[in-house]
């Protein structure tokens, strides 16, 4: 039953066009996604691919290691070195300090990072601090927070002050640190996937229960034993097995493409190196997991939105629209009459966990502090699951006339 | 075994489309005739649980088929009218798929897809994709269907509708070959499709049943008469619109008229023995032959 509910989606030509431009899709966001890493050679050629990453994965893991207060004052001084040989400040010496940084270039976004003014990022911080001001990353990571919070520039409550100095002070230093841009280039473009996958996803399961009147099958499959029970139970199961599927086989291609061919190195680095201020004390896999379980939860929310439309409208049409409403129409209409307390809500951050992680969104229930990604995985997970059993009762009762 | 109807009724809006109907049917051929709107369709979505009654129920062995809900639909095996299907399944998957979703084990069901394509003469398209399909042998797709489950109550909804005589004659048989120790409920507006595979016949006008009964009984006891007579071919069109005629047969330069009439037409007329197909006319039909009566 089930294997024929699964079949019937992917026979549909319409379905099998979407599959080819899903796939098409797919390589076109894993080539821009491997063209963000680029490399500088010394001839000032500029490279991106297989080369590119090559090389600067090698520059850059000859300072693999724990970023302690030596190596910080190390990179320190490498700068110093490399600004002083190239001083003329003519392009082809800028040039060649931008060629000649690439191997340190992520402890010194690091050492800006640190030393810029809060939410703001100093390209050229490095170059006005002393030696002592960049090995003090860590301890001004925390003081930073504490200073903006003195400032009263920003809305939060003591309780979440508190949970987030808290979370800052928790977070281990010194770094781990090795190259990592492979994962950094994953995830800045893993959202826009995400919602083109949801997308998709919603286009292939919104026949499932809609087709039987389109087709006019549905006198025949109300009419069976199982009609009304089991085979809409399959139903269900289809529309889940078929986005789990897709969902799972798009996202590890994608991210085996990306990662073999930009190295998967940096997987146990703090995601830190790369969002500074994100309060999730977590390394840049367990952030990539958590940005695809997001996801995944909102892909799911919207395709049983589109079966729930397609049950209840017997319109397969609509039925495609609903994930378009839910993770397009609705968020952009509603940043228009902004609504920002509740925009941190809706399904479309799931699938952009990513910034989610990003911005200090929290949220307090009673005295306890939360980050909203975890709350809307949560929120999301329970009205999907709610869902279920109403898309069976809607299809089970179904009148045909 | 017995499927009984409780003065079911069915509105659509402010309008009846079956109108208190009670009924009760066991094993055997019924064959419920009526003209376009009758109500023959809504009447056997009842039956098969696709719509719910406005008043009255069915049973089924004294339970309310709604309640006994699947274990009812196990019984039952139901060609629609309007007979849908999926387009890019093969014959073979599509029986399959069906014969799942009735409850049918793997094994069971596919020996007997096998079995049915076979009788229903499609192992040549058994792979073909339904789509690709003739109306015939859509239609065979459909009773194949219908059978997966060896139903006890068998419903069939004008299966023959849009089929050539040859078609239809075999399918006639088929369902007539099928139809032995079941019950089967059969629709038509099309008087020979069920004039001899009938053990019962109603005749369903406005949604409600009008005359049920043996086909000797309906045709035996039509109040009125039917003549044979001639008539020059300049007189056709005033008897056409004074009788009732069944059947016409040109001639050179006249016309043999068959007409039903509780008075002798022309005084030449010879009173002959009424069809069924007379007795639709004089139920259902206007005067200047409707095109609903099969020559
Ligand atoms: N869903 C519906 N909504 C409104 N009216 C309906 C509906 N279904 C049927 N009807 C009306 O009920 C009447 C009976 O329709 P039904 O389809 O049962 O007739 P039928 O005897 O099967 O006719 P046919 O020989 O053309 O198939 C018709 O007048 C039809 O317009
Ligand atoms: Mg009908």
């Given at each position: 039953?089930?294997?024929y509910?699964?079949k019937?989606?992917?026979?549909?030509?319409?379905?099998?066009?979407?599959l080819?431009?899903?796939?098409?899709?797919?390589?076109?966001?894993?080539?821009?996604t491997?063209?963000r890493?680029?490399?500088?050679?010394?001839?000032g050629?500029h490279?991106?691919?297989?080369?590119?990453?090559?090389?600067?994965?090698?520059?850059?893991?000859?300072?693999?290691?724990?970023?302690?207060?030596?190596?910080?004052?190390?990179?320190?001084?490498?700068?110093?070195?490399?600004?002083s040989?190239?001083?003329?400040?003519?392009m082809?010496?800028?040039?060649?300090?931008?060629?000649?940084?690439?191997?340190?270039?992520?402890?010194?976004?690091?050492i800006?990072?640190?030393?810029?003014?809060w939410?703001?990022?100093?390209?050229?911080?490095?170059?006005?601090i002393?030696?002592?001001?960049?090995?003090?990353?860590?301890?001004?990571?925390?003081?930073?927070?504490?200073?903006?919070f003195?400032s009263?520039?920003?809305?939060?409550?003591?309780?979440?002050?508190?949970?987030?100095?808290?979370?800052?002070?928790?977070?281990?230093?010194?770094?781990y640190?090795?190259?990592?841009?492979?994962?950094?280039a994953?995830?800045?473009n893993?959202?826009?996937?995400?919602?083109?996958?949801?997308?998709?996803?919603?286009f292939?399961?919104?026949?499932?229960?809609?087709?039987?009147?389109?087709?006019?099958?549905?006198?025949?499959?109300?009419?069976?034993?199982?009609?009304?029970?089991?085979?809409?139970?399959?139903?269900?199961g289809?529309?889940?097995?078929i986005?789990?599927?897709v969902?799972?086989?798009?996202?590890?291609i994608?991210?085996?493409?990306?990662?073999?061919?930009?190295?998967?190195?940096?997987?146990?680095?703090?995601?830190?190196?790369?969002?500074w201020?994100?309060?999730?004390?977590?390394?840049?896999?367990e952030?990539?997991?958590l940005?695809?379980?997001?996801?995944?939860?909102?892909?799911?929310?919207?395709?049983?939105?589109?079966?729930?439309?397609?049950?209840?409208?017997?319109?397969?049409?609509?039925?495609?629209?609903?994930?378009?409403?839910?993770?397009?129409?609705?968020?952009?209409?509603?940043?228009?009459?902004?609504l920002?307390?509740?925009?941190?809500?809706?399904?479309?951050?799931?699938l952009?966990i990513?910034?989610?992680?990003?911005?200090f969104?929290?949220?307090?229930?009673?005295?306890?502090v939360?980050?909203?990604?975890?709350?809307?995985?949560?929120?999301?997970?329970?009205?999907?699951?709610?869902?279920?059993?109403?898309?069976?009762?809607?299809?089970?009762?179904?009148?045909?006339? | 075994?017995?499927l009984?109807?409780?003065d079911?009724t069915?509105?659509?809006?402010?309008?009846?489309?079956?109108?208190?109907?009670?009924?009760?049917?066991?094993?055997?051929?019924?064959?419920?005739?009526g003209?376009?709107?009758?109500?023959?369709?809504?009447?056997?979505?009842?039956?098969c649980?696709?719509?719910?009654?406005?008043?009255?129920?069915?049973?089924?062995?004294?339970?309310?088929?709604?309640?006994?809900?699947?274990r009812?639909?196990?019984?039952?095996?139901?060609?629609?009218?309007e007979?849908?299907f999926?387009?890019?399944?093969?014959?073979?998957?599509?029986?399959?798929?069906?014969?799942?979703?009735k409850?049918?084990r793997?094994?069971?069901?596919?020996?007997?897809?096998k079995?049915?394509?076979?009788?229903?003469?499609?192992?040549?398209?058994?792979?073909?994709?339904m789509?690709?399909?003739?109306?015939?042998?859509?239609?065979?797709?459909?009773?194949?269907?219908?059978?997966?489950?060896?139903?006890?109550?068998?419903?069939?909804?004008?299966?023959t509708?849009?089929?050539d005589?040859?078609?239809?004659?075999?399918f006639?048989?088929?369902?007539?070959?099928?139809?032995?120790?079941?019950?089967?409920?059969?629709?038509t507006?099309?008087?020979?499709?069920?004039?001899?595979?009938?053990?019962?016949?109603?005749?369903?006008?406005?949604?409600?049943?009008?005359?049920?009964?043996?086909?000797d009984?309906?045709?035996?006891?039509?109040?009125e008469?039917?003549?044979?007579?001639?008539v020059?071919?300049?007189?056709?069109?005033?008897?056409?619109?004074?009788?009732?005629?069944?059947?016409?047969?040109s001639?050179?330069?006249?016309?043999?008229?068959?007409?039903?009439?509780?008075?002798?037409?022309?005084?030449?007329?010879?009173?002959?023995?009424?069809?069924?197909?007379?007795?639709?006319?004089?139920?259902?039909g206007?005067?200047?032959?409707?095109?609903?009566?099969?020559?």
């Amino acid at each position: 039953m089930l294997k024929y509910e699964i079949k019937k989606v992917f026979l549909k030509g319409r379905n099998k066009i979407a599959l080819l431009l899903l796939a098409i899709v797919l390589l076109a966001v894993s080539v821009m996604t491997v063209n963000r890493v680029e490399y500088v050679d010394e001839n000032g050629g500029h490279k991106t691919g297989i080369a590119a990453a090559r090389n600067l994965r090698e520059e850059k893991n000859k300072w693999a290691g724990y970023l302690t207060e030596d190596v910080l004052r190390d990179v320190y001084r490498e700068n110093q070195a490399i600004n002083s040989e190239y001083a003329s400040g003519s392009m082809e010496d800028e040039d060649k300090i931008y060629q000649k940084r690439q191997g340190i270039s992520s402890i010194i976004d690091l050492i800006n990072n640190a030393n810029s003014p809060w939410r703001e990022y100093d390209y050229y911080a490095i170059d006005s601090i002393t030696e002592d001001q960049a090995a003090d990353v860590y301890e001004k990571r925390i003081s930073g927070l504490e200073e903006w919070f003195a400032s009263g520039k920003e809305t939060f409550s003591r309780e979440q002050q508190e949970f987030l100095l808290s979370q800052y002070k928790n977070l281990d230093t010194p770094f781990y640190y090795e190259y990592y841009d492979g994962w950094a280039a994953l995830l800045q473009n893993i959202s826009t996937f995400i919602l083109l996958l949801a997308l998709f996803i919603g286009f292939f399961v919104s026949g499932i229960f809609s087709d039987e009147f389109q087709t006019k099958a549905d006198a025949v499959f109300f009419s069976t034993k199982l009609g009304r029970n089991k085979a809409v139970g399959s139903k269900l199961g289809a529309g889940f097995i078929i986005a789990t599927a897709v969902y799972a086989a798009a996202l590890i291609i994608y991210t085996a493409a990306v990662l073999l061919i930009l190295g998967a190195d940096g997987a146990g680095c703090p995601i830190q190196l790369e969002m500074w201020r994100d309060f999730y004390n977590a390394t840049f896999l367990e952030t990539y997991l958590l940005i695809v379980f997001g996801g995944y939860i909102g892909m799911l929310f919207a395709a049983t939105a589109a079966m729930l439309v397609s049950a209840l409208t017997r319109s397969t049409v609509t039925a495609i629209i609903a994930p378009f409403v839910v993770l397009c129409v609705f968020p952009f209409l509603s940043r228009i009459v902004t609504l920002p307390q509740v925009c941190s809500f809706f399904p479309d951050r799931l699938l952009d966990i990513y910034n989610g992680v990003r911005d200090f969104s929290l949220m307090q229930i009673g005295g306890k502090v939360i980050g909203i990604p975890a709350i809307i995985i949560l929120v999301y997970t329970a009205v999907t699951l709610v869902l279920q059993p109403i898309v069976y009762r809607v299809y089970k009762k179904a009148e045909i006339k | 075994m017995e499927l009984q109807l409780n003065d079911l009724t069915k509105k659509f809006g402010n309008f009846t489309a079956v109108d208190h109907v009670s009924l009760t049917m066991t094993n055997g051929v019924y064959g419920l005739l009526g003209v376009n709107g009758a109500g023959k369709t809504t009447l056997m979505r009842m039956l098969c649980t696709l719509i719910k009654p406005t008043s009255g129920n069915i049973t089924y062995k004294g339970k309310n088929i709604l309640e006994l809900d699947g274990r009812y639909r196990q019984l039952l095996g139901y060609l629609p009218q309007e007979f849908g299907f999926y387009p890019e399944f093969t014959v073979q998957d599509y029986l399959l798929y069906i014969a799942s979703i009735k409850g049918l084990r793997p094994a069971v069901a596919k020996r007997r897809t096998k079995e049915l394509i076979q009788k229903v003469g499609l192992s040549k398209a058994a792979k073909k994709k339904m789509k690709t399909l003739s109306g015939g042998m859509k239609r065979r797709a459909g009773i194949a269907q219908a059978m997966l489950n060896d139903p006890r109550i068998l419903i069939l909804d004008e299966p023959t509708a849009g089929l050539d005589p040859n078609e239809r004659i075999r399918f006639r048989n088929l369902i007539s070959e099928l139809s032995e120790e079941r019950l089967v409920l059969l629709s038509t507006h099309i008087v020979s499709d069920i004039e001899y595979i009938a053990n019962e016949i109603w005749l369903m006008k406005g949604g409600k049943i009008i005359r049920r009964g043996a086909l000797d009984e309906i045709v035996g006891n039509m109040p009125e008469t039917v003549w044979i007579c001639r008539v020059e071919k300049q007189k056709v069109s005033f008897m056409i619109n004074k009788y009732k005629v069944s059947n016409m047969k040109s001639e050179e330069d006249r016309a043999e008229l068959r007409i039903v009439s509780a008075d002798r037409p022309l005084p030449d007329a010879v009173q002959v023995k009424p069809t069924l197909e007379d007795a639709f006319l004089y139920y259902f039909g206007e005067k200047a032959g409707s095109e609903d009566v099969e020559i």
